[in-house]
């Protein structure tokens, strides 16, 4: 069975501070590692895909890496409006392949 | 087309009613998925639809829930006789096939069992 972990649970960064959230995996055949970005009330927003170790993805202050067995997501100079519920979710290639596993997420907070 | 769509956004009802749950995914998109998330927890799966067909349901997914998707357009959640261990926010999501594409979220029914 597929399994995503996520650390920390909650972070809470001044702006301009930088960090990383983690995400550590299980899976039988990774087809694709996701991260999503969720605000209160919200559904989950696309940020990035990830295929196989070794990859990254960049977009304004997020820059996504993947390993064999976890990926980052480094958040670089965070303003306030980065703040929110940060999800991983893996797709493996077993039995059902197009359902994706998510953590439990990261809760970022950017005070100003 | 302006993304998925999910109708009502919040919905509380008493305990022992039924709901019903739409979705309209993005047009082009012929795959159509159902999630549920509880508070502090990730989306967890439901239900798959490819074009018309269910083809996956979830060990979560007991016989009061029943999921439709009419020629392979919107779909609809229902849950009948509520209990207060339904109450959630019900997610929607659709894909392409081909691909292992990121989905695309609806915004989520919230529901409140009383």
């Known amino acids: 069975e597929d399994q995503v972990t996520q650390s920390p649970e909650a972070l809470r960064l001044q702006e301009g501070e930088s960090s990383s959230l983690n995400c550590s995996y299980t899976v039988s055949g990774l087809r694709g590692l996701f991260w999503y970005r969720q605000d209160p009330g919200k559904g989950p927003e696309f940020l990035f895909t990830?295929?196989?170790a070794g990859e990254e993805k960049e977009k304004e202050r997020l820059k996504a890496t993947l390993t064999k067995k976890e990926s980052f997501l480094h958040i670089t100079a965070p303003k306030p409006e980065d703040s929110a519920t940060y999800l991983c979710a893996v797709q493996g290639s077993g039995g059902s392949n197009y359902k994706l596993t998510f953590g439990k997420g990261t809760l970022l907070t950017v005070n100003p | 087309d302006t993304g998925v769509s999910q109708d009502p956004r919040h919905k509380i009802t008493k305990r022992g009613q039924n709901v019903t749950f739409r979705c309209d995914p993005i047009s082009e998109h012929n795959r159509l998925y159902w999630y549920r998330q509880t508070l502090g927890q990730g989306p967890e799966f439901l239900t798959y639809?490819?074009?018309?067909?269910?083809?996956?349901k979830s060990r979560l997914l007991s016989d009061r829930f029943s999921a439709e998707r009419p020629k392979g357009s919107f779909s609809t959640l229902e849950i009948q006789r509520t209990e207060q261990g339904d109450s959630a926010m019900y997610l929607c999501?659709?894909?392409?096939?081909?691909?292992?594409?990121?989905?695309?979220f609806g915004s989520g029914t919230r529901l409140t069992v009383v």
């Open positions: 639809f490819q074009n018309e067909a269910q083809l996956e």
């Open positions: 990830l295929y196989s």
């Open positions: 999501a659709s894909s392409t096939s081909g691909a292992n594409y990121g989905y695309t």
